[in-house]
Protein backbone atom coordinates (compact mmCIF):
# COMPACT_ATOMS: atom_id res chain seq x y z
CA UNK A 1 0.00 0.00 0.00
CA UNK A 2 1.25 3.34 -0.88
CA UNK A 3 -0.39 6.84 0.26
CA UNK A 4 -0.04 10.26 -1.36
CA UNK A 5 -1.34 13.41 -0.34
CA UNK A 6 -4.01 15.63 -1.81
CA UNK A 7 -1.69 19.18 -1.73
CA UNK A 8 -3.30 21.78 0.36
CA UNK A 9 -3.56 25.17 -0.73
CA UNK A 10 -3.47 24.82 -4.62
CA UNK A 11 -7.20 23.96 -4.29
CA UNK A 12 -9.81 24.94 -2.15
CA UNK A 13 -13.25 23.67 -1.98
CA UNK A 14 -15.50 25.51 0.01
CA UNK A 15 -16.00 22.33 2.22
CA UNK A 16 -12.91 21.04 2.01
CA UNK A 17 -10.15 23.48 3.14
CA UNK A 18 -9.23 24.53 6.31
CA UNK A 19 -9.38 28.27 6.78
CA UNK A 20 -5.86 28.76 7.09
CA UNK A 21 -5.11 27.75 3.12
CA UNK A 22 -6.85 31.18 2.74
CA UNK A 23 -4.03 33.04 4.03
CA UNK A 24 -1.08 30.83 3.09
CA UNK A 25 0.94 30.48 0.21
CA UNK A 26 4.66 29.24 -1.79
CA UNK A 27 6.46 28.79 1.90
CA UNK A 28 4.23 26.97 3.58
CA UNK A 29 3.06 24.55 -0.17
CA UNK A 30 6.86 24.27 -0.17
CA UNK A 31 7.34 23.11 3.38
CA UNK A 32 4.13 20.67 3.08
CA UNK A 33 5.78 19.05 0.01
CA UNK A 34 9.06 18.88 1.52
CA UNK A 35 7.91 17.08 4.83
CA UNK A 36 5.89 14.59 2.20
CA UNK A 37 8.38 13.80 0.52
CA UNK A 38 10.80 13.43 3.02
CA UNK A 39 8.65 10.77 4.80
CA UNK A 40 8.22 8.81 1.65
CA UNK A 41 5.15 9.86 0.61
CA UNK A 42 4.20 8.26 -2.96
CA UNK A 43 2.68 11.20 -4.80
CA UNK A 44 1.55 14.48 -4.04
CA UNK A 45 -1.42 16.37 -6.61
CA UNK A 46 -2.29 19.51 -8.23
CA UNK A 47 -5.89 19.85 -9.95
CA UNK A 48 -6.73 21.63 -13.13
CA UNK A 49 -8.96 24.75 -13.84
CA UNK A 50 -8.99 27.18 -15.97
CA UNK A 51 -11.67 29.29 -15.07
CA UNK A 52 -15.05 28.35 -12.94
CA UNK A 53 -18.27 29.87 -13.46
CA UNK A 54 -19.19 32.25 -10.46
CA UNK A 55 -22.22 30.87 -10.04
CA UNK A 56 -20.78 27.64 -9.32
CA UNK A 57 -17.67 28.56 -7.37
CA UNK A 58 -19.42 28.26 -3.99
CA UNK A 59 -19.95 24.03 -4.46
CA UNK A 60 -16.79 23.78 -6.93
CA UNK A 61 -14.38 26.40 -5.35
CA UNK A 62 -12.54 28.62 -7.20
CA UNK A 63 -8.81 28.73 -6.45
CA UNK A 64 -7.27 26.36 -8.66
CA UNK A 65 -3.09 26.94 -9.12
CA UNK A 66 -1.97 25.54 -12.46
CA UNK A 67 -1.04 22.31 -12.41
CA UNK A 68 1.99 22.63 -14.74
CA UNK A 69 3.61 25.82 -13.52
CA UNK A 70 2.84 24.41 -9.35
CA UNK A 71 4.25 20.98 -10.00
CA UNK A 72 7.52 22.55 -12.07
CA UNK A 73 8.20 24.41 -8.87
CA UNK A 74 7.69 21.61 -6.69
CA UNK A 75 9.54 19.38 -8.29
CA UNK A 76 12.62 21.73 -7.96
CA UNK A 77 11.83 21.85 -4.25
CA UNK A 78 11.46 17.73 -3.74
CA UNK A 79 13.82 14.94 -4.42
CA UNK A 80 11.76 11.69 -4.54
CA UNK A 81 7.89 12.19 -4.54
CA UNK A 82 6.42 12.27 -8.04
CA UNK A 83 4.29 14.66 -8.97
CA UNK A 84 0.84 13.77 -10.40
CA UNK A 85 -2.19 15.73 -12.12
CA UNK A 86 -5.46 15.16 -9.81
CA UNK A 87 -6.89 15.56 -12.85
CA UNK A 88 -5.64 17.08 -16.25
CA UNK A 89 -8.77 17.81 -18.70
CA UNK A 90 -7.96 15.58 -22.04
CA UNK A 91 -10.17 18.35 -24.05
CA UNK A 92 -8.07 21.29 -23.10
CA UNK A 93 -4.82 20.21 -24.60
CA UNK A 94 -3.21 18.76 -27.65
CA UNK A 95 -1.80 15.32 -27.16
CA UNK A 96 1.30 16.54 -28.10
CA UNK A 97 0.94 19.67 -25.88
CA UNK A 98 0.63 17.72 -22.61
CA UNK A 99 3.72 15.31 -24.37
CA UNK A 100 5.87 18.51 -24.80
CA UNK A 101 4.98 20.19 -21.20
CA UNK A 102 4.60 17.42 -18.98
CA UNK A 103 7.39 15.59 -20.75
CA UNK A 104 9.76 18.64 -19.83
CA UNK A 105 8.04 18.30 -16.37
CA UNK A 106 9.35 14.36 -16.72
CA UNK A 107 13.03 15.51 -17.62
CA UNK A 108 12.76 18.43 -14.90
CA UNK A 109 12.03 15.79 -12.37
CA UNK A 110 13.82 12.70 -13.31
CA UNK A 111 10.94 10.99 -14.56
CA UNK A 112 8.83 11.73 -11.50
CA UNK A 113 5.54 12.74 -13.70
CA UNK A 114 2.17 10.62 -13.09
CA UNK A 115 -0.32 11.71 -15.33
CA UNK A 116 -4.02 11.92 -13.61
CA UNK A 117 -6.83 12.88 -16.65
CA UNK A 118 -10.10 13.14 -17.02
CA UNK A 119 -13.04 13.45 -19.78
CA UNK A 120 -14.30 16.75 -17.92
CA UNK A 121 -17.51 18.32 -16.96
CA UNK A 122 -17.68 22.31 -17.23
CA UNK A 123 -19.51 22.39 -20.19
CA UNK A 124 -19.02 26.31 -19.66
CA UNK A 125 -14.91 25.79 -19.83
CA UNK A 126 -15.10 23.90 -22.49
CA UNK A 127 -16.61 26.94 -24.07
CA UNK A 128 -14.55 29.30 -23.21
CA UNK A 129 -11.64 27.63 -24.21
CA UNK A 130 -13.09 26.47 -27.16
CA UNK A 131 -12.81 22.96 -27.20
CA UNK A 132 -15.32 20.35 -28.25
CA UNK A 133 -17.81 19.46 -25.31
CA UNK A 134 -20.13 17.14 -26.94
CA UNK A 135 -17.45 14.15 -28.13
CA UNK A 136 -15.29 14.62 -25.16
CA UNK A 137 -15.64 10.67 -24.26
CA UNK A 138 -14.15 9.30 -27.56
CA UNK A 139 -12.40 12.11 -27.75
CA UNK A 140 -10.18 11.83 -24.61
CA UNK A 141 -9.88 7.99 -25.89
CA UNK A 142 -8.01 8.85 -28.85
CA UNK A 143 -6.10 11.41 -26.95
CA UNK A 144 -4.63 8.92 -24.71
CA UNK A 145 -3.67 6.75 -27.34
CA UNK A 146 -2.21 9.74 -29.25
CA UNK A 147 -0.08 10.69 -26.01
CA UNK A 148 1.15 6.83 -25.10
CA UNK A 149 2.47 6.82 -28.82
CA UNK A 150 4.12 10.51 -28.27
CA UNK A 151 5.28 10.02 -24.75
CA UNK A 152 9.14 9.62 -24.64
CA UNK A 153 10.02 9.74 -28.71
CA UNK A 154 11.71 12.28 -30.43
CA UNK A 155 9.84 12.13 -33.53
CA UNK A 156 6.34 10.39 -33.08
CA UNK A 157 3.91 9.23 -35.17
CA UNK A 158 0.21 8.44 -34.68
CA UNK A 159 -3.13 8.66 -37.03
CA UNK A 160 -6.42 8.33 -34.70
CA UNK A 161 -10.11 9.25 -35.07
CA UNK A 162 -9.46 12.64 -33.53
CA UNK A 163 -5.79 13.29 -34.08
CA UNK A 164 -3.18 12.48 -35.86
CA UNK A 165 0.81 13.44 -36.13
CA UNK A 166 4.25 12.44 -38.06
CA UNK A 167 7.07 14.29 -39.28
CA UNK A 168 7.15 16.57 -36.02
CA UNK A 169 10.13 16.59 -33.45
CA UNK A 170 9.29 17.17 -29.92
CA UNK A 171 12.05 17.77 -27.74
CA UNK A 172 12.26 17.53 -25.02
CA UNK A 173 9.74 15.03 -24.30
CA UNK A 174 9.49 12.43 -21.39
CA UNK A 175 12.14 10.60 -19.74
CA UNK A 176 9.68 7.40 -18.12
CA UNK A 177 9.92 4.71 -21.10
CA UNK A 178 5.91 4.54 -20.16
CA UNK A 179 3.76 7.29 -18.17
CA UNK A 180 1.95 6.41 -15.36
CA UNK A 181 -1.71 7.45 -16.47
CA UNK A 182 -4.65 7.28 -13.62
CA UNK A 183 -8.01 8.30 -15.27
CA UNK A 184 -10.26 9.76 -13.04
CA UNK A 185 -14.29 8.99 -13.47
CA UNK A 186 -17.17 8.07 -11.78
CA UNK A 187 -18.78 5.44 -14.77
CA UNK A 188 -18.35 2.44 -15.58
CA UNK A 189 -16.67 4.00 -19.07
CA UNK A 190 -14.48 5.57 -17.01
CA UNK A 191 -13.59 2.53 -15.87
CA UNK A 192 -13.25 0.22 -18.75
CA UNK A 193 -11.28 3.49 -20.23
CA UNK A 194 -8.56 2.62 -17.57
CA UNK A 195 -8.51 -0.73 -17.99
CA UNK A 196 -8.26 -0.13 -21.75
CA UNK A 197 -6.03 2.74 -22.27
CA UNK A 198 -4.60 3.35 -18.95
CA UNK A 199 -2.01 2.13 -15.56
CA UNK A 200 -4.97 2.93 -12.91
CA UNK A 201 -8.52 4.44 -12.08
CA UNK A 202 -9.21 7.03 -9.35
CA UNK A 203 -13.41 6.79 -8.99
CA UNK A 204 -15.08 10.25 -7.61
CA UNK A 205 -18.04 10.49 -6.64
CA UNK A 206 -18.99 6.92 -5.79
CA UNK A 207 -19.25 5.26 -2.28
CA UNK A 208 -16.80 2.87 -1.59
CA UNK A 209 -19.92 -0.23 -1.95
CA UNK A 210 -20.21 1.33 -5.48
CA UNK A 211 -16.66 1.40 -6.51
CA UNK A 212 -16.39 -2.26 -5.24
CA UNK A 213 -18.98 -3.61 -7.32
CA UNK A 214 -17.77 -1.88 -10.56
CA UNK A 215 -13.81 -3.44 -10.11
CA UNK A 216 -15.43 -6.80 -9.20
CA UNK A 217 -17.07 -6.67 -13.22
CA UNK A 218 -14.34 -6.21 -14.80
CA UNK A 219 -10.91 -7.40 -15.44
CA UNK A 220 -8.26 -5.58 -14.33
CA UNK A 221 -4.84 -5.68 -16.06
CA UNK A 222 -1.34 -6.74 -14.25
CA UNK A 223 -0.44 -3.85 -12.29
CA UNK A 224 -3.34 -1.82 -11.92
CA UNK A 225 -3.95 0.63 -9.68
CA UNK A 226 -7.02 2.09 -7.67
CA UNK A 227 -6.97 5.37 -5.96
CA UNK A 228 -9.29 5.76 -3.31
CA UNK A 229 -9.45 8.72 -0.97
CA UNK A 230 -10.80 8.09 2.66
CA UNK A 231 -12.60 10.83 4.24
CA UNK A 232 -10.35 13.29 6.54
CA UNK A 233 -7.96 11.05 8.38
CA UNK A 234 -6.66 12.33 12.14
CA UNK A 235 -4.29 9.72 12.82
CA UNK A 236 -2.61 12.45 16.16
CA UNK A 237 -6.01 12.52 17.61
CA UNK A 238 -8.00 9.60 16.64
CA UNK A 239 -5.72 6.76 15.43
CA UNK A 240 -8.34 3.96 16.11
CA UNK A 241 -10.75 5.54 13.83
CA UNK A 242 -7.77 6.63 10.83
CA UNK A 243 -6.51 3.03 11.25
CA UNK A 244 -10.57 1.60 10.62
CA UNK A 245 -11.04 4.46 8.28
CA UNK A 246 -7.99 2.99 5.84
CA UNK A 247 -9.09 -0.27 6.17
CA UNK A 248 -12.68 0.31 4.68
CA UNK A 249 -10.75 1.84 1.61
CA UNK A 250 -8.30 -1.21 1.39
CA UNK A 251 -11.47 -3.43 1.43
CA UNK A 252 -13.37 -1.59 -1.49
CA UNK A 253 -10.03 -2.37 -3.81
CA UNK A 254 -7.44 0.61 -3.24
CA UNK A 255 -3.84 0.29 -4.30
CA UNK A 256 -3.12 3.78 -3.64
CA UNK A 257 -4.28 6.12 -0.59
CA UNK A 258 -5.09 9.57 -1.32
CA UNK A 259 -4.92 11.15 1.91
CA UNK A 260 -6.32 14.20 3.47
CA UNK A 261 -6.20 15.29 7.17
CA UNK A 262 -7.62 16.95 9.67
CA UNK A 263 -5.37 19.91 10.30
CA UNK A 264 -5.51 23.70 11.53
CA UNK A 265 -2.32 24.75 10.24
CA UNK A 266 0.71 23.94 7.72
CA UNK A 267 2.78 23.04 11.26
CA UNK A 268 -0.32 20.51 12.37
CA UNK A 269 -0.80 19.23 8.79
CA UNK A 270 2.83 17.74 8.43
CA UNK A 271 2.69 16.45 11.80
CA UNK A 272 -0.32 14.69 11.03
CA UNK A 273 1.09 13.58 8.00
CA UNK A 274 4.44 12.00 9.83
CA UNK A 275 1.96 10.39 12.08
CA UNK A 276 0.30 8.24 9.59
CA UNK A 277 3.59 6.54 8.74
CA UNK A 278 4.25 5.66 12.13
CA UNK A 279 0.55 4.78 12.47
CA UNK A 280 1.50 2.15 8.99
CA UNK A 281 4.78 1.46 9.53
CA UNK A 282 4.98 -1.43 6.97
CA UNK A 283 3.17 0.84 4.02
CA UNK A 284 5.41 1.59 1.16
CA UNK A 285 7.09 4.27 2.38
CA UNK A 286 9.91 5.49 -0.15
CA UNK A 287 12.05 7.72 1.60
CA UNK A 288 14.91 9.95 0.07
CA UNK A 289 18.76 8.58 0.26
CA UNK A 290 20.87 10.79 2.90
CA UNK A 291 22.44 13.70 0.60
Not at 84 to 103: C, D, E, F, M, R
Not at 209 to 217: G, N, P, S, V
Request: proline share 7%.
Amino acid sequence: MRFGILTPIVIRQPTEAAPWEGTAGVAELSRIAQAADQLGYHHLTCSEHVAIPAAGAESRGSTYWDPLATLGYLAGRTRQIRLATNVLVLGYHHPLAIAKSYGTLDQLSDGRVVLGVGVGSLEEEFDLLGAPFADRGPRADDAIRALRAAWAKAVPEYAGTHYSFRDLVVDPHGCQPRLPIWVGGRTRRSLRRACELGDGWKPFGLTFTEIAALLRAVDRPAGFEVILQPRNLDPLGDPAGTRSNIERVIEAGATVINTKFAHHSADHLIEQLAALTELFPDAGWTRPAPL
